[in-house]
């Protein structure tokens, strides 16, 4: 038996470009939002003294504030959104079970992304020119987002489908992992974050990341309908893998 012909890369996106073809005007919708909040908060004294108050418990709680935050922009949204469309038939022991995991899962991420706010500032500065925007978004969405926070975020949820064991993970890892895992979600990824990592590093640091869990909750609220989308593809195994804050 001849092995299965490896698919094209047209082939492996094209489930990411139908749920963008699929969701665009949410994705302008929510794009122009962050736009304008970023605008509204250098026009405006009062946003900017209401700003003070997450940017004072970010400097507070550290870490805590971020995994908190990543856990109930990604987790709880996500679950609020899929209760809402009726995809949750019961709210029993496996639904908080998946809950839990969601969020601690997206928790995690926060804190990625923090360190990642953190060292960006360190190598590129606080600046809010276009060169030093160009230079961090290029960073997050080529390198970081890519290679690891949606390596990480996906393996986690292959793990839990491959019932918490590392031998099944390993397989997984060796069995085309970023060609039919990861890649398939890139296009929406980028086509939702470009535009919002370049409004959140308008932003001072102290801002970056609650600005960026604010874009996460509205990213994974959408995620339930572009995961639909793509798993209708045959592109994934399931609906619940999600692609986190860049």
Not at 212 to 239: C, H, M, N, P, Y
Request: glycine share 6%.
């Amino acid at each position: 038996m001849s092995p299965a012909p490896i698919p094209s890369v047209r082939q492996i996106v094209a489930p990411g470009l139908a749920a963008v073809r699929a969701h665009w005007a949410p994705f302008l919708l929510i794009q122009a939002m962050a736009a304008a909040l970023v605008i509204a908060y250098y026009q405006s004294p009062a946003l900017r003294a209401i700003s003070e108050t997450p940017a004072a418990w970010k400097a507070h709680y550290g870490f805590f504030f971020s995994f908190v935050g990543g856990f109930a922009a990604g987790g709880l949204m996500a679950e609020l959104a899929k209760a809402v469309t009726g995809r949750i038939r019961r709210f029993d022991r496996a639904w908080l079970g998946l809950m839990l995991f969601t969020g601690t899962a997206y928790g995690l991420t926060g804190i990625q992304v923090d360190i990642l706010y953190w060292g960006q500032a360190q190598i590129f500065g606080h600046g809010t020119d276009w060169k030093t925007l160009l230079y961090k978004t290029v960073a997050d969405m080529s390198l970081f987002a890519p290679f690891i926070s949606m390596p990480f975020m996906i393996s986690l949820y292959e793990w839990r489908e491959g019932r918490y064991s590392l031998n099944n993970l390993c397989k997984v890892w060796k069995s085309a992992f970023y060609r039919t895992k990861v890649l398939p979600t890139l296009i929406p990824c980028w086509s939702f974050w470009i535009p919002m990592v370049l409004c959140t590093y308008s932003l001072p640091l102290k801002l970056q990341l609650p600005f960026a869990l604010l874009g996460e909750a509205a990213w994974s609220v959408l995620f339930v309908f572009i995961a639909l989308d793509v798993v209708e593809e045959g592109r994934t195994q399931s609906s619940d893998i999600s692609i986190p804050v860049s």
